[in-house]
């Protein structure tokens, strides 16, 4: 099936941000929560067998084919779907539209900072985060993504005007 797909992320964030959410309703896309998509991999009896033998903590390229079948399963007659986090382009996503945001990385600073952390030791921590989440870049064109910052209302609008400029 055609698909219309784009992918949110604002890593280190785990779940889909109130701004991803209004996005992605505005441009009228089904969005498919990670917590779906384990629920529907846990019930998969071959993935059962499979992922515990892996023996790898966080993404990994072999759990591609239960990640699509999930996705499949979770998207029937859906054409035009969001997804969260940048790793979907690891397990063989490749976005329409791939929007990111660093923000929540500056947001956690003042907690940083509470716990006896530097500026610059942060700055630093920020700069190897966005290094670890770029390598899932490679692949998706640059003119497929983009970088938003601002407030939630900015992030929506800059998103669902990109959105729109990329259906086809």
């Known amino acids: 099936m055609d698909r219309f797909t784009v992918v949110f992320d604002a890593s280190p ?86 929007i990111y945001s660093w923000d929540q990385m500056q947001d956690e600073r003042p907690k940083a900072r509470k716990m006896g952390m530097s500026d610059p030791n942060y700055d630093h921590y920020v700069e190897e985060a966005k290094k670890k989440v770029r390598v899932f870049f490679k692949g998706v064109p640059a003119d497929r993504m983009l970088e938003i910052t601002g407030t939630d209302a900015q992030k929506v609008a800059s998103a669902v005007a990109f959105i729109r400029s990329k259906e086809r």
């Open 13 to 98: 964030i785990n779940e889909p941000t109130a701004w991803m959410k209004q996005a992605a309703a505005q441009a009228n896309l089904h969005l498919v929560l990670q917590d779906d998509i384990a629920r529907t991999i846990s019930q998969d009896p071959k993935a059962r067998q499979v992922l515990p033998n892996l023996n790898v903590e966080g993404a990994d390229a072999r759990m591609a084919p239960f990640y699509q079948a999930a996705l499949e399963k979770l998207t029937q007659g859906k054409t035009r779907v969001a997804l969260h986090s940048v790793t979907w382009t690891l397990y063989g996503v490749k976005p329409d539209a791939f």
